[in-house]
Protein backbone atom coordinates (compact mmCIF):
# COMPACT_ATOMS: atom_id res chain seq x y z
CA UNK A 1 0.00 0.00 0.00
CA UNK A 2 1.17 3.67 -0.67
CA UNK A 3 1.89 6.46 1.19
CA UNK A 4 0.11 10.12 0.83
CA UNK A 5 1.80 12.58 2.51
CA UNK A 6 0.57 16.73 2.13
CA UNK A 7 1.43 19.77 3.21
CA UNK A 8 -1.27 22.15 3.84
CA UNK A 9 -0.14 26.31 2.99
CA UNK A 10 -1.38 29.70 2.82
CA UNK A 11 -1.69 30.45 -0.67
CA UNK A 12 -1.30 34.17 0.51
CA UNK A 13 1.37 33.67 2.96
CA UNK A 14 2.92 30.79 1.95
CA UNK A 15 3.01 29.83 5.52
CA UNK A 16 2.40 26.24 6.62
CA UNK A 17 -1.43 25.99 8.03
CA UNK A 18 -3.56 23.80 10.00
CA UNK A 19 -6.84 22.19 8.36
CA UNK A 20 -9.49 19.38 8.19
CA UNK A 21 -8.87 17.01 5.95
CA UNK A 22 -10.70 14.51 4.26
CA UNK A 23 -8.77 11.05 1.87
CA UNK A 24 -10.64 9.05 -0.01
CA UNK A 25 -9.46 5.66 -1.46
CA UNK A 26 -10.23 4.91 -4.85
CA UNK A 27 -12.58 2.32 -3.29
CA UNK A 28 -14.54 5.15 -1.34
CA UNK A 29 -13.18 4.60 1.69
CA UNK A 30 -12.55 7.53 3.71
CA UNK A 31 -8.53 6.90 5.13
CA UNK A 32 -6.67 8.92 7.94
CA UNK A 33 -4.25 8.50 9.77
CA UNK A 34 -4.45 6.05 13.10
CA UNK A 35 -3.64 8.51 15.84
CA UNK A 36 -5.90 11.72 13.76
CA UNK A 37 -7.87 13.85 15.66
CA UNK A 38 -11.72 13.44 14.09
CA UNK A 39 -14.05 15.34 13.38
CA UNK A 40 -17.13 15.51 15.43
CA UNK A 41 -20.32 15.65 14.23
CA UNK A 42 -22.74 15.40 10.91
CA UNK A 43 -21.91 15.77 7.30
CA UNK A 44 -18.11 14.27 5.41
CA UNK A 45 -15.68 12.87 7.35
CA UNK A 46 -12.79 14.72 8.30
CA UNK A 47 -9.35 14.10 10.49
CA UNK A 48 -7.08 17.42 11.55
CA UNK A 49 -4.07 18.18 10.39
CA UNK A 50 -1.13 20.53 12.20
CA UNK A 51 -0.17 21.41 8.86
CA UNK A 52 1.10 18.32 7.24
CA UNK A 53 -0.02 14.42 7.22
CA UNK A 54 0.56 11.26 6.48
CA UNK A 55 -1.74 8.17 5.32
CA UNK A 56 -1.46 4.55 3.90
CA UNK A 57 -3.80 4.88 0.65
CA UNK A 58 -4.41 2.11 -1.88
CA UNK A 59 -3.69 2.23 -5.32
CA UNK A 60 -5.95 3.88 -8.08
CA UNK A 61 -7.84 7.41 -8.11
CA UNK A 62 -7.94 9.07 -4.47
CA UNK A 63 -8.89 12.27 -4.17
CA UNK A 64 -8.09 14.95 -0.96
CA UNK A 65 -10.24 17.48 0.33
CA UNK A 66 -8.89 19.54 2.62
CA UNK A 67 -10.75 22.58 4.51
CA UNK A 68 -9.98 25.53 6.83
CA UNK A 69 -12.94 27.45 8.80
CA UNK A 70 -15.11 29.46 6.51
CA UNK A 71 -13.21 31.67 4.79
CA UNK A 72 -10.81 29.79 2.67
CA UNK A 73 -12.26 28.27 -0.17
CA UNK A 74 -12.30 24.40 0.10
CA UNK A 75 -9.34 22.78 -1.93
CA UNK A 76 -9.87 19.30 -4.01
CA UNK A 77 -6.42 17.66 -5.01
CA UNK A 78 -6.87 14.13 -7.34
CA UNK A 79 -4.10 12.18 -6.72
CA UNK A 80 -3.10 8.64 -8.71
CA UNK A 81 -1.48 6.27 -6.17
CA UNK A 82 0.84 3.76 -6.82
CA UNK A 83 0.74 0.53 -5.08
CA UNK A 84 3.89 1.10 -3.28
CA UNK A 85 6.34 4.65 -2.40
CA UNK A 86 5.20 7.92 -1.26
CA UNK A 87 3.09 10.43 -3.46
CA UNK A 88 3.55 14.30 -2.24
CA UNK A 89 1.10 16.80 -2.43
CA UNK A 90 1.02 20.45 -1.79
CA UNK A 91 -2.65 21.97 -1.27
CA UNK A 92 -2.69 25.44 -1.12
CA UNK A 93 -5.72 27.28 0.37
CA UNK A 94 -6.63 30.15 -0.72
CA UNK A 95 -9.22 32.97 1.23
CA UNK A 96 -12.32 34.08 -1.02
CA UNK A 97 -13.33 37.02 2.17
CA UNK A 98 -10.75 38.69 4.27
CA UNK A 99 -12.75 40.20 6.88
CA UNK A 100 -9.88 40.68 9.09
CA UNK A 101 -8.63 42.93 7.01
CA UNK A 102 -11.60 45.52 7.91
CA UNK A 103 -12.24 44.78 11.20
CA UNK A 104 -14.44 41.77 11.85
CA UNK A 105 -13.10 38.29 13.68
CA UNK A 106 -15.08 35.25 14.52
CA UNK A 107 -15.34 33.40 17.18
CA UNK A 108 -17.55 30.36 19.18
CA UNK A 109 -19.31 31.09 22.33
CA UNK A 110 -20.84 27.49 22.98
CA UNK A 111 -18.66 24.37 22.93
CA UNK A 112 -17.92 21.31 25.37
CA UNK A 113 -16.37 18.08 24.22
CA UNK A 114 -18.07 15.14 26.34
CA UNK A 115 -17.41 12.17 28.51
CA UNK A 116 -16.21 9.87 25.51
CA UNK A 117 -13.64 12.55 24.48
CA UNK A 118 -9.96 10.90 25.95
CA UNK A 119 -7.51 14.05 24.30
CA UNK A 120 -9.31 17.11 24.92
CA UNK A 121 -5.69 18.83 24.87
CA UNK A 122 -4.79 17.91 21.36
CA UNK A 123 -8.01 18.80 20.33
CA UNK A 124 -8.37 22.42 21.97
CA UNK A 125 -4.90 22.73 20.43
CA UNK A 126 -5.80 22.64 17.36
CA UNK A 127 -9.91 23.46 17.53
CA UNK A 128 -9.27 26.94 17.02
CA UNK A 129 -6.68 27.05 14.24
CA UNK A 130 -8.52 24.66 12.17
CA UNK A 131 -11.92 26.55 12.10
CA UNK A 132 -9.94 29.72 11.92
CA UNK A 133 -11.53 31.32 15.05
CA UNK A 134 -10.01 34.28 16.89
CA UNK A 135 -11.99 33.61 20.47
CA UNK A 136 -12.98 29.93 21.04
CA UNK A 137 -15.08 29.00 24.41
CA UNK A 138 -15.20 25.74 25.95
CA UNK A 139 -17.09 25.41 29.20
CA UNK A 140 -17.50 23.39 32.36
CA UNK A 141 -21.05 21.71 32.57
CA UNK A 142 -23.33 19.65 35.37
CA UNK A 143 -25.66 16.80 34.22
CA UNK A 144 -25.36 14.34 36.91
CA UNK A 145 -22.04 12.61 36.88
CA UNK A 146 -20.30 12.41 33.97
CA UNK A 147 -17.54 13.49 33.52
CA UNK A 148 -17.11 15.98 30.39
CA UNK A 149 -13.89 16.04 29.20
CA UNK A 150 -13.74 20.48 28.98
CA UNK A 151 -14.77 20.37 33.04
CA UNK A 152 -11.16 19.97 33.66
CA UNK A 153 -10.27 23.53 32.38
CA UNK A 154 -10.14 26.33 34.95
CA UNK A 155 -12.39 29.40 34.40
CA UNK A 156 -10.60 32.60 31.89
CA UNK A 157 -7.95 32.72 29.81
CA UNK A 158 -6.46 28.94 29.05
CA UNK A 159 -2.82 30.34 27.95
CA UNK A 160 -1.55 27.24 27.01
CA UNK A 161 -3.89 26.75 23.97
CA UNK A 162 -3.79 31.03 22.83
CA UNK A 163 -1.98 33.23 20.57
CA UNK A 164 -1.73 36.45 19.59
CA UNK A 165 -4.28 35.07 16.90
CA UNK A 166 -6.17 32.99 18.78
CA UNK A 167 -7.44 33.09 21.97
CA UNK A 168 -8.91 30.33 24.20
CA UNK A 169 -10.89 30.64 27.18
CA UNK A 170 -12.82 28.63 29.61
CA UNK A 171 -16.44 29.24 30.89
CA UNK A 172 -19.54 27.07 32.85
CA UNK A 173 -22.77 26.71 31.23
CA UNK A 174 -25.28 27.19 34.00
CA UNK A 175 -28.39 25.40 32.95
CA UNK A 176 -31.87 24.14 34.49
CA UNK A 177 -33.68 21.50 33.19
CA UNK A 178 -37.48 20.76 34.78
CA UNK A 179 -37.35 16.97 33.80
CA UNK A 180 -33.91 15.74 32.13
CA UNK A 181 -34.82 16.62 28.17
CA UNK A 182 -37.35 19.95 28.75
CA UNK A 183 -35.75 23.27 29.24
CA UNK A 184 -37.24 24.38 32.70
CA UNK A 185 -35.52 27.73 33.68
CA UNK A 186 -33.07 27.12 30.56
CA UNK A 187 -29.17 27.31 29.85
CA UNK A 188 -27.02 30.30 30.07
CA UNK A 189 -23.08 30.51 28.80
CA UNK A 190 -21.35 32.84 31.32
CA UNK A 191 -17.75 34.21 29.94
CA UNK A 192 -14.63 35.69 31.04
CA UNK A 193 -14.95 34.56 34.27
CA UNK A 194 -12.79 34.68 37.15
CA UNK A 195 -14.61 32.18 39.71
CA UNK A 196 -17.12 29.15 38.73
CA UNK A 197 -20.51 30.20 39.92
CA UNK A 198 -22.03 28.09 41.93
CA UNK A 199 -24.21 26.36 41.67
CA UNK A 200 -23.30 24.95 38.09
CA UNK A 201 -26.64 23.56 37.37
CA UNK A 202 -30.03 22.91 39.42
CA UNK A 203 -32.67 20.72 39.97
CA UNK A 204 -32.75 17.00 38.34
CA UNK A 205 -29.49 17.69 36.16
CA UNK A 206 -27.93 17.51 39.82
CA UNK A 207 -30.27 14.33 40.94
CA UNK A 208 -33.99 13.88 41.62
CA UNK A 209 -34.04 15.75 45.07
CA UNK A 210 -32.53 18.46 44.10
CA UNK A 211 -34.55 21.99 44.57
CA UNK A 212 -34.97 24.49 41.00
CA UNK A 213 -33.03 26.83 42.85
CA UNK A 214 -31.59 29.29 42.73
CA UNK A 215 -33.01 30.67 39.42
CA UNK A 216 -30.21 31.37 37.18
CA UNK A 217 -30.87 35.24 36.97
CA UNK A 218 -29.09 35.10 40.25
CA UNK A 219 -25.99 33.09 38.37
CA UNK A 220 -25.99 36.35 35.61
CA UNK A 221 -25.51 38.43 38.59
CA UNK A 222 -22.92 36.53 40.04
CA UNK A 223 -21.04 36.22 36.55
CA UNK A 224 -21.88 40.18 36.08
CA UNK A 225 -20.25 40.79 39.63
CA UNK A 226 -16.93 39.38 38.49
CA UNK A 227 -16.60 41.38 34.90
CA UNK A 228 -18.06 37.88 32.97
CA UNK A 229 -20.94 38.57 30.18
CA UNK A 230 -24.01 36.63 29.95
CA UNK A 231 -25.28 34.77 27.07
CA UNK A 232 -28.57 33.15 26.97
CA UNK A 233 -28.20 29.49 25.07
CA UNK A 234 -30.12 27.54 22.23
CA UNK A 235 -33.18 30.09 20.55
CA UNK A 236 -34.50 31.69 23.99
CA UNK A 237 -35.44 28.05 25.42
CA UNK A 238 -36.29 28.08 29.21
CA UNK A 239 -38.80 29.61 31.29
CA UNK A 240 -36.70 32.16 32.87
CA UNK A 241 -35.21 33.66 29.17
CA UNK A 242 -37.47 36.71 29.47
CA UNK A 243 -37.45 37.49 32.65
CA UNK A 244 -33.63 37.49 32.77
CA UNK A 245 -33.80 39.64 29.57
CA UNK A 246 -36.12 42.08 30.74
CA UNK A 247 -34.87 42.22 33.68
CA UNK A 248 -31.27 43.30 32.00
CA UNK A 249 -29.27 40.47 32.97
CA UNK A 250 -27.78 39.60 28.99
CA UNK A 251 -25.36 40.36 27.29
CA UNK A 252 -26.12 38.45 24.19
CA UNK A 253 -28.29 35.54 22.89
CA UNK A 254 -27.07 32.29 21.55
CA UNK A 255 -28.86 31.35 18.30
CA UNK A 256 -28.90 28.24 16.40
CA UNK A 257 -25.96 27.17 18.72
CA UNK A 258 -27.25 22.99 18.99
CA UNK A 259 -26.29 21.79 15.29
CA UNK A 260 -29.22 19.35 15.31
CA UNK A 261 -31.79 22.85 15.32
CA UNK A 262 -32.55 24.48 12.51
CA UNK A 263 -32.45 28.27 12.44
CA UNK A 264 -34.90 29.56 14.89
CA UNK A 265 -35.32 33.07 15.67
CA UNK A 266 -38.93 33.48 17.32
CA UNK A 267 -38.44 33.98 20.60
CA UNK A 268 -35.46 36.25 19.86
CA UNK A 269 -37.55 38.50 17.44
CA UNK A 270 -40.41 38.82 19.97
CA UNK A 271 -38.15 40.06 22.50
CA UNK A 272 -36.51 43.01 19.96
CA UNK A 273 -40.00 43.25 19.37
CA UNK A 274 -40.83 44.30 22.98
CA UNK A 275 -37.92 46.79 23.18
CA UNK A 276 -35.11 44.59 24.05
CA UNK A 277 -31.47 45.35 22.82
CA UNK A 278 -29.96 41.64 22.33
CA UNK A 279 -27.08 40.87 20.26
CA UNK A 280 -26.80 38.26 18.26
CA UNK A 281 -24.26 35.20 19.14
CA UNK A 282 -23.59 31.35 18.18
CA UNK A 283 -21.70 29.02 18.53
CA UNK A 284 -21.64 24.68 17.96
CA UNK A 285 -22.40 23.48 21.19
CA UNK A 286 -21.38 19.78 21.45
CA UNK A 287 -17.65 19.69 19.98
CA UNK A 288 -17.54 22.42 17.17
CA UNK A 289 -19.80 19.91 15.39
CA UNK A 290 -20.90 22.94 12.79
CA UNK A 291 -19.21 26.11 11.26
CA UNK A 292 -21.37 28.51 12.57
CA UNK A 293 -19.63 31.52 14.42
CA UNK A 294 -19.78 34.64 15.58
CA UNK A 295 -18.50 37.46 13.88
CA UNK A 296 -17.82 40.66 15.93
CA UNK A 297 -16.24 44.16 14.59
CA UNK A 298 -13.62 45.71 16.81
CA UNK A 299 -12.57 47.95 14.00
CA UNK A 300 -8.97 47.38 14.04
CA UNK A 301 -6.74 44.86 15.77
CA UNK A 302 -7.74 41.74 17.35
CA UNK A 303 -7.28 41.80 21.06
CA UNK A 304 -9.46 39.89 23.39
CA UNK A 305 -11.28 42.68 25.35
CA UNK A 306 -12.07 44.97 22.36
CA UNK A 307 -13.45 41.52 21.09
CA UNK A 308 -15.85 40.72 23.99
CA UNK A 309 -16.86 44.89 23.58
CA UNK A 310 -18.04 44.61 20.14
CA UNK A 311 -20.00 41.59 21.33
CA UNK A 312 -21.53 43.49 24.17
CA UNK A 313 -21.98 46.33 21.84
CA UNK A 314 -24.07 44.10 19.60
CA UNK A 315 -21.53 44.85 16.60
CA UNK A 316 -22.04 41.19 15.45
CA UNK A 317 -23.12 38.86 12.87
CA UNK A 318 -23.62 35.36 12.49
CA UNK A 319 -23.05 32.71 10.50
CA UNK A 320 -22.24 29.06 9.00
CA UNK A 321 -20.46 31.01 6.28
CA UNK A 322 -21.85 33.64 4.19
CA UNK A 323 -20.78 37.27 5.07
CA UNK A 324 -23.36 39.88 5.29
CA UNK A 325 -23.14 43.37 5.96
CA UNK A 326 -25.72 45.78 6.93
CA UNK A 327 -25.72 49.82 6.45
CA UNK A 328 -29.25 51.72 7.97
CA UNK A 329 -28.49 55.32 6.88
CA UNK A 330 -24.66 54.52 6.98
CA UNK A 331 -24.62 52.81 10.60
CA UNK A 332 -23.91 49.21 11.15
CA UNK A 333 -25.49 46.64 13.68
CA UNK A 334 -25.74 47.63 17.42
CA UNK A 335 -25.50 51.40 16.60
CA UNK A 336 -29.11 53.27 17.40
CA UNK A 337 -30.37 56.21 15.15
CA UNK A 338 -32.94 58.55 15.92
CA UNK A 339 -35.44 59.74 13.84
CA UNK A 340 -38.89 61.84 13.51
CA UNK A 341 -41.87 59.84 12.65
CA UNK A 342 -42.34 59.61 9.18
CA UNK A 343 -38.90 59.80 8.34
CA UNK A 344 -37.13 57.57 5.84
CA UNK A 345 -34.31 55.53 6.97
CA UNK A 346 -32.11 53.97 4.50
CA UNK A 347 -31.09 50.26 4.39
CA UNK A 348 -28.94 48.71 2.39
CA UNK A 349 -27.37 44.75 2.96
CA UNK A 350 -24.48 43.17 1.05
CA UNK A 351 -23.41 39.77 0.84
CA UNK A 352 -20.44 37.30 0.11
CA UNK A 353 -20.14 33.79 0.04
CA UNK A 354 -18.66 30.54 -1.05
CA UNK A 355 -21.75 28.63 -0.91
CA UNK A 356 -24.82 29.60 -3.15
CA UNK A 357 -27.22 32.55 -1.16
CA UNK A 358 -30.69 31.42 -2.23
CA UNK A 359 -32.38 34.30 -0.30
CA UNK A 360 -31.76 37.58 1.03
CA UNK A 361 -33.87 39.86 3.66
CA UNK A 362 -33.92 43.24 4.83
CA UNK A 363 -36.04 42.59 8.29
CA UNK A 364 -37.92 45.07 10.48
CA UNK A 365 -39.28 44.38 13.62
CA UNK A 366 -39.04 40.82 12.37
CA UNK A 367 -41.41 40.87 9.45
CA UNK A 368 -39.36 40.96 5.57
CA UNK A 369 -38.92 44.60 4.54
CA UNK A 370 -37.42 43.79 1.39
CA UNK A 371 -36.39 40.43 -0.24
CA UNK A 372 -34.22 38.52 -3.29
CA UNK A 373 -34.32 35.25 -3.90
CA UNK A 374 -32.12 33.43 -6.49
CA UNK A 375 -32.48 30.37 -8.42
CA UNK A 376 -29.04 30.17 -9.84
CA UNK A 377 -25.76 30.70 -7.83
CA UNK A 378 -25.27 34.34 -6.00
CA UNK A 379 -21.98 34.50 -4.55
CA UNK A 380 -22.80 38.02 -3.95
CA UNK A 381 -25.01 40.85 -4.35
CA UNK A 382 -26.55 43.86 -2.41
CA UNK A 383 -30.39 44.27 -1.47
CA UNK A 384 -31.87 47.96 -0.42
CA UNK A 385 -34.81 49.80 0.38
CA UNK A 386 -36.21 52.39 2.23
CA UNK A 387 -38.17 52.00 5.40
CA UNK A 388 -40.52 54.81 7.04
CA UNK A 389 -40.14 55.28 10.52
CA UNK A 390 -43.45 55.65 11.99
CA UNK A 391 -42.47 53.76 15.79
CA UNK A 392 -39.42 52.62 17.79
CA UNK A 393 -38.02 49.78 15.63
CA UNK A 394 -34.91 47.21 14.99
CA UNK A 395 -33.58 46.79 11.57
CA UNK A 396 -31.55 43.33 10.69
CA UNK A 397 -30.46 41.69 7.78
CA UNK A 398 -30.74 37.58 7.21
CA UNK A 399 -29.46 34.95 4.54
CA UNK A 400 -30.44 31.46 3.55
CA UNK A 401 -29.78 28.81 1.61
CA UNK A 402 -30.54 24.91 1.34
CA UNK A 403 -27.24 24.54 -0.28
CA UNK A 404 -25.16 22.56 2.81
CA UNK A 405 -21.73 22.65 3.70
CA UNK A 406 -19.17 19.56 4.47
CA UNK A 407 -21.28 19.39 8.13
CA UNK A 408 -24.98 18.70 5.94
CA UNK A 409 -25.77 21.82 7.99
CA UNK A 410 -27.81 24.45 5.57
CA UNK A 411 -26.21 27.92 5.20
CA UNK A 412 -27.44 31.08 6.64
CA UNK A 413 -26.11 34.53 8.41
CA UNK A 414 -28.21 36.70 10.39
CA UNK A 415 -26.79 40.51 11.77
CA UNK A 416 -27.58 41.92 15.25
CA UNK A 417 -29.96 44.62 14.70
CA UNK A 418 -29.62 48.38 14.07
CA UNK A 419 -32.04 50.16 16.72
CA UNK A 420 -34.47 53.00 14.93
CA UNK A 421 -36.08 55.22 18.07
CA UNK A 422 -38.68 57.69 17.26
CA UNK A 423 -40.57 58.33 20.50
CA UNK A 424 -43.63 55.82 20.44
CA UNK A 425 -44.17 52.36 20.74
CA UNK A 426 -45.78 50.37 17.62
CA UNK A 427 -47.90 47.49 17.93
CA UNK A 428 -45.44 45.21 17.85
CA UNK A 429 -44.27 46.01 21.25
CA UNK A 430 -47.50 45.33 23.22
CA UNK A 431 -48.16 42.54 20.85
CA UNK A 432 -44.77 40.79 22.00
CA UNK A 433 -44.75 42.05 25.61
CA UNK A 434 -48.81 40.52 26.06
CA UNK A 435 -46.97 37.00 24.83
CA UNK A 436 -44.55 37.11 27.30
CA UNK A 437 -46.52 38.35 30.22
CA UNK A 438 -48.81 34.97 29.46
CA UNK A 439 -45.37 32.67 29.23
CA UNK A 440 -44.47 34.58 32.40
CA UNK A 441 -47.61 33.17 34.14
CA UNK A 442 -47.39 29.93 33.05
CA UNK A 443 -44.34 29.94 34.26
CA UNK A 444 -45.10 30.36 37.85
CA UNK A 445 -47.92 28.50 37.95
CA UNK A 446 -45.01 25.53 37.19
CA UNK A 447 -43.34 27.36 39.75
CA UNK A 448 -46.33 26.76 42.84
CA UNK A 449 -47.67 23.78 41.98
CA UNK A 450 -44.73 21.36 40.44
CA UNK A 451 -41.23 23.52 41.54
CA UNK A 452 -39.32 21.13 44.21
CA UNK A 453 -37.85 23.62 46.81
CA UNK A 454 -36.55 23.60 50.36
CA UNK A 455 -38.46 26.48 51.85
CA UNK A 456 -41.09 28.46 51.08
CA UNK A 457 -39.15 31.16 50.64
CA UNK A 458 -37.28 29.68 47.65
CA UNK A 459 -40.58 29.23 45.77
CA UNK A 460 -41.19 32.65 46.56
CA UNK A 461 -38.19 34.63 45.88
CA UNK A 462 -38.51 32.97 42.58
CA UNK A 463 -42.25 34.03 41.76
CA UNK A 464 -41.64 37.56 42.79
CA UNK A 465 -38.18 37.47 40.23
CA UNK A 466 -40.86 36.10 37.50
CA UNK A 467 -43.98 38.68 38.76
CA UNK A 468 -41.15 41.33 38.63
CA UNK A 469 -40.17 40.68 34.74
CA UNK A 470 -44.07 40.09 34.01
CA UNK A 471 -44.34 43.63 35.81
CA UNK A 472 -41.91 45.00 33.37
CA UNK A 473 -43.67 43.69 30.16
CA UNK A 474 -47.16 45.05 31.13
CA UNK A 475 -45.75 48.18 31.69
CA UNK A 476 -44.59 48.23 28.04
CA UNK A 477 -48.71 47.09 27.11
CA UNK A 478 -50.48 49.99 25.63
CA UNK A 479 -47.39 52.78 25.99
Known sequence: MGKLTGVIVDSGSGEQIEARV??????????HPANAILKVGPGEPFFYSDGSFEVEVGRGAAQVVVERGTEYAPAKVNVDMPSNGTETVEIQLERWTTLQDSGWHPGNTHIHYDEK???????????????????????VLKRWDLEYATNKYPPGMLTEFSTAHHYVQSGEESRHNSEPWTPGYGHIMLLNLRNIVDPLSRGVLVNALDPDYPPLSYACDDAHRQGGIVIWCHNGQGMEAPVAAVLGKLDAFNLFDPNWNEAEYDIYYRMLNAGLRLPASTGSDWYISSANRVYADTGAGFEYESWLAALRNGKTFITNGPVVYLSVNGQGPGSEISAN??????????????????????????????TQTFQEVSTSGSLKTDVIADSDSWIAARLFSADRDSFAQPMFAHTSPVYVTVGRDGLHKSEAASSFVDAIETSMEWVRKKGKFYTDTQRNEVIDLFREGQDRYREMIGG
Do not use: C, Q
Open 117 to 139: ETRPDERLSLDSRVEDLRMTAVS
Open 22 to 31: KVLASSGVFA
Open 341 to 370: PGDHVFVEINWESHYPVRKAEILVNGRSAA
